[in-house]
Structures are given as C-alpha cells and as structure tokens.
C-alpha cells in the first residue's frame, strides 16, 4: 500500500515534535495506519537555520514548492499568527489535501471558514492540538454531543499563565520574576502578552465555542482578562481562605445568549481545578446526561503537541480505512476522485463472496470499457457493514463521485453521484450479474 505522504508548514517547537515523533512512532504509525507516514517536505521562514531532519526532506522557504509535490496527503500546519498560514490551509485544502493544524489563532478567527471549505473538497481538517494540546478534548466533545448537552465548560487553558499564578503562589514569588522564568525555561514565548493577557486562552475558547454551540460569541461582549495584574498579594490571602486563583476560561449558554469570559478566578478546594497546577491545562465539562466529568494534562509543549497532531493523521487515515481518496460515514462509503487522480469504483457484495469469485467475474469490467475506465487492481476490503469489494479502476472521467451503500445480501451495485458519463442506468449491475452471492 502507498505511503502516506505529509508535509510540515513550520518546524519549530511544534513542527519539530511532529517530524520527531513520526519518526520515534513509525511502527505504531504503522500498525495503526497500516502503512507509512512520509514527511516529503517542510515549509519554514529562515533558510539559513540549521535543521535537524533528514536529508532527503525537501526544506524550502517557498510554499509554492510544496504545493508542486504530487500526491500529498496530509499537511500539518504548525506556523504563527493568521497569515500567511490561512492561505497556504485554503491552498493545500484546494489541492485535495486533509490538513491538521495547531494554530489556535487562525482557528479562532477563520475555524468556520476553512471548516467548511474542507467540507466543499471532502477534506478533513483537525485541529486537536489546537485547544489544550496533549488532551484528547476536541474528539472527547464530539463524542460526549452524540448523546449529552454540553450545559457548561470551565477551563484552564493556557499552561503558561497556570505557572506562573501556582510558582507564585508557591514560592512566594512575584509576577515579573516568575515571568523571566517561565521564558527561560521556554512556556512563555519571547512576547508572552498572548498568554498573561488571556488572548491565547481566549482563542481556545471561542473555538470551544464554535465546537459546542456551533457559533461563537461576539467577541466585544466576552469578558478577557489575564494574569498580568495579579499580585504575590491576592495569591496570599486567597491561600489564608483555602482558595487559588486560575485562570478561567467558562463558556455557558443561557437562553439564547452564548456567555463566555476569560478571568483569573479563585476556587475553593472542592472545585475540579483546584489541584490542576504548573503547566497542566484542566477542562471541567457538564453536561446533562453524565454528570461533571476533568480532563487534565499538558495543555502544551512539543511532545504533547504533537502527539494530538499525530492522532488526528490517524483519525484522518482511520476515516479514510485503506485509502486517503475515500471516507466512510456510518452507512455508506465515499469516494471522490478528482482530475486526473485514477478512479477507484467501488462494487458492494456480500461478504460470502471471495476473491476468486470476484476475479472471476468479468461483466463489471466489459461493462465499464464503454466508458474508458479499466481494472488495474482487484482487492478484497471489508467494511464495518461486513460488505465490500473494492475494485480499483482507473479511467479519464473527471469529478467522478462513487458511493456505496450497505447493501442486502443479494445485491451487487455501484452508484456514481455525480460526474461527466456515467449514470447510475450505465453501471448498475444488481441482480443481472452473474456473480454468486451467498
Ligand atoms: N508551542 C506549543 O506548545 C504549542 C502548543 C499548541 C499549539 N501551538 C501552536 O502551534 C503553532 C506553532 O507554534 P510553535 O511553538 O511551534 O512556534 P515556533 O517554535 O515559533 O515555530 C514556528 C515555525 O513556523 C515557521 N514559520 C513562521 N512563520 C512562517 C512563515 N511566514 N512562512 C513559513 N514558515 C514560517 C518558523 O520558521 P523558522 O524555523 O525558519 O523560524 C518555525 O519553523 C502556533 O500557531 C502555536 O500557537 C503551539
């Protein structure tokens, strides 16, 4: 099977992560993928930095180079700030590229957007890591909204501003120390306003929003304030009363109105971010069916970054089963084959036929010469529905969109959706074929 092939945007702390743990992680990528993941190429803005990544990777300054790569299937986009990162996702998304991005910036304020132009092209774009890094919060959401209402989130969502309220509080410490520290040791960037002005945590949180309400906010009426203005003071008398301060990101619906605020808070002990301390992110979900659930971990940093990256290529490959061209729903099979891209058609037979019948079987072939497209390659795949035969074709049609649907046992179709040629009158082969289906 062909390799998945990836590029990174950015090889910084987090691209470094990604391109590292691809290569410490290649046989679990492996068995969980079930092929390889290749990086082909890395986009960065400073040619001359010396770069820690094999030399056959093609290093370049100039997307446009990446974008000339054949054949890329996931892009990961781990660069800063909107632009130029927002065009270059459109462009990958354009070319037919899933993309799994960090950038929760760009996610705040074009999430929608790219969403839905991913959708247009068929594409997934994930962005786990975007929001709490390292914890599996985005999938968890998703998952908990099939069956719960999310009724409230609080959050503790910047791993930065979390270390320095809990270094101070601890060591007695003030703000401006603890902030050269955190800098030093590489959780708060050379400008950290994003993090102690509640900006990154604010990020998060709208694109939280746009998870669970599927609409943010206006950004004007959400309340933002960060750290910067706490003093050694407030943290002192707080520990007297047996509270901490945190950071809290909150985000609730009432009526109609999104209510969402960023704000340092203090929570008594019986509170579930009481013991969330240093770096670590803690999300706080109730919803109305499990009760209160905490996810708490590193919100942050390269490893844990890349992890969430990492995950989302396999939930991309996973949706996709054996191959990148087509995802799966629960009751049907799309494929959609673009340009030149060879056409794979997809026939549905009952799982009691096998391979030897299939190759068999020559009426889908002949049928199918009419219309210039023809069986380069035949193999058995097996759905979660427990049919499928795909039968790999290649053919000149353009935007050719084949999908099949769970089928009876007896049944044996193919459905083309849309497309230049074939109608579902020119290949359905139900029950005049002469396969045996058992
Ligand atoms: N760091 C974290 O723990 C973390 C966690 C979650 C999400 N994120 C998000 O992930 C993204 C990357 O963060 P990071 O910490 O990895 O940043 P970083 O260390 O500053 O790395 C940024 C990378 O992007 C490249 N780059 C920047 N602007 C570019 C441009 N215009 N064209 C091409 N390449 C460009 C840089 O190239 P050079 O190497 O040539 O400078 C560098 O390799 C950000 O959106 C951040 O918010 C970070």
Same mark, same amino acid.
């Given at each position: 099977m062909k390799s998945i092939k990836v590029v990174l945007l950015g090889l910084g702390t987090v691209g470094q992560g990604v391109y590292e743990s691809i290569e410490s992680h290649r046989e679990k990528l492996i068995q969980a993928t079930g092929t390889e993941v290749e990086v082909v190429g890395v986009l960065v803005k400073n040619a001359m930095k010396t770069r820690d990544?094999? $030399?056959a990777v093609k290093v370049t300054t100039e997307v446009s180079e990446l974008l000339a790569i054949? %054949?890329?299937d996931i892009v990961f986009e781990a660069i800063v700030g909107i632009e130029p990162a927002h065009s270059y996702i459109k462009s990958f998304l354009e070319k037919g590229c899933h993309v799994i991005s960090a950038n929760k910036e760009l996610l705040a304020h074009k999430g929608k957007e790219l969403s839905s132009l991913a959708k247009k092209h068929d594409r997934i774009l994930a962005f %786990?890591? #975007?929001? #709490?890094?390292?914890?599996? &919060?985005l999938r968890t959401i998703i998952q908990l909204l099939q069956i719960n209402g999310i009724t409230k989130l609080e959050a503790i969502l910047n791993g930065t501003s979390n270390y320095i309220l809990t270094k101070m509080r601890k060591e007695k410490a003030d703000f401006d120390d603890v902030l050269i520290e955190a800098q030093a040791l590489g959780? #708060?960037?050379?400008?950290p306003n994003n993090d102690i002005l509640g900006t990154d945590a604010f990020y998060k949180l709208m694109i939280l929003s746009d998870l669970v309400h599927q609409q943010q906010p206006d950004w004007e009426l959400v309340e933002k304030q960060g750290v910067?203005? *706490?003093s050694l003071q407030d943290l002192i008398v707080g520990e007297k009363l047996g509270l901490r301060l945190k950071l809290v990101a909150s985000l609730q619906k009432s009526h109609t109105e999104i209510v969402a605020e960023v704000k340092p808070v203090f929570v008594s002990a019986?509170?579930? &971010?009481?013991? *969330? %301390?240093?770096v670590d992110n803690g999300i706080v979900i109730t919803t109305d069916l499990v009760g209160t659930i905490l996810l708490q971990g590193p919100g942050a940093g390269s490893k844990a970054t890349a992890s969430a990256m990492i995950e989302d290529l396999v939930y991309i490959k996973q949706q996709g089963?054996?191959? &990148?061209d087509f995802k799966r729903s629960s009751n049907h099979v799309e494929l959609l084959a673009e340009g030149e891209q060879p056409l794979s058609l997809w026939v549905a037979v009952s799982e009691a036929l096998n391979s030897e019948d299939l190759k068999n079987n020559y009426s889908i072939t002949s049928k199918l010469e009419d219309y210039n497209v023809k069986l380069i390659q035949r193999e058995l795949l097996k759905t979660e529905d427990g049919y499928i035969v795909g039968d790999f074709l290649q053919g000149k049609e353009e935007n050719v969109l084949l999908f099949l649907q769970q089928l009876k046992q007896d049944t044996l179709r193919f459905y083309p959706v $849309?497309?230049?040629?074939?109608t579902l009158e020119n290949i359905t *082969?139900?029950?005049?074929?002469?396969l045996t289906i058992k």
């Amino acid at each position: 099977m062909k390799s998945i092939k990836v590029v990174l945007l950015g090889l910084g702390t987090v691209g470094q992560g990604v391109y590292e743990s691809i290569e410490s992680h290649r046989e679990k990528l492996i068995q969980a993928t079930g092929t390889e993941v290749e990086v082909v190429g890395v986009l960065v803005k400073n040619a001359m930095k010396t770069r820690d990544i094999h $030399s056959a990777v093609k290093v370049t300054t100039e997307v446009s180079e990446l974008l000339a790569i054949e %054949e890329i299937d996931i892009v990961f986009e781990a660069i800063v700030g909107i632009e130029p990162a927002h065009s270059y996702i459109k462009s990958f998304l354009e070319k037919g590229c899933h993309v799994i991005s960090a950038n929760k910036e760009l996610l705040a304020h074009k999430g929608k957007e790219l969403s839905s132009l991913a959708k247009k092209h068929d594409r997934i774009l994930a962005f %786990e890591a #975007a929001v #709490a890094g390292g914890i599996p &919060l985005l999938r968890t959401i998703i998952q908990l909204l099939q069956i719960n209402g999310i009724t409230k989130l609080e959050a503790i969502l910047n791993g930065t501003s979390n270390y320095i309220l809990t270094k101070m509080r601890k060591e007695k410490a003030d703000f401006d120390d603890v902030l050269i520290e955190a800098q030093a040791l590489g959780y #708060a960037e050379a400008n950290p306003n994003n993090d102690i002005l509640g900006t990154d945590a604010f990020y998060k949180l709208m694109i939280l929003s746009d998870l669970v309400h599927q609409q943010q906010p206006d950004w004007e009426l959400v309340e933002k304030q960060g750290v910067n203005r *706490v003093s050694l003071q407030d943290l002192i008398v707080g520990e007297k009363l047996g509270l901490r301060l945190k950071l809290v990101a909150s985000l609730q619906k009432s009526h109609t109105e999104i209510v969402a605020e960023v704000k340092p808070v203090f929570v008594s002990a019986s509170h579930p &971010l009481y013991n *969330v %301390e240093g770096v670590d992110n803690g999300i706080v979900i109730t919803t109305d069916l499990v009760g209160t659930i905490l996810l708490q971990g590193p919100g942050a940093g390269s490893k844990a970054t890349a992890s969430a990256m990492i995950e989302d290529l396999v939930y991309i490959k996973q949706q996709g089963n054996q191959d &990148l061209d087509f995802k799966r729903s629960s009751n049907h099979v799309e494929l959609l084959a673009e340009g030149e891209q060879p056409l794979s058609l997809w026939v549905a037979v009952s799982e009691a036929l096998n391979s030897e019948d299939l190759k068999n079987n020559y009426s889908i072939t002949s049928k199918l010469e009419d219309y210039n497209v023809k069986l380069i390659q035949r193999e058995l795949l097996k759905t979660e529905d427990g049919y499928i035969v795909g039968d790999f074709l290649q053919g000149k049609e353009e935007n050719v969109l084949l999908f099949l649907q769970q089928l009876k046992q007896d049944t044996l179709r193919f459905y083309p959706v $849309s497309g230049t040629g074939l109608t579902l009158e020119n290949i359905t *082969v139900e029950s005049p074929v002469k396969l045996t289906i058992k």
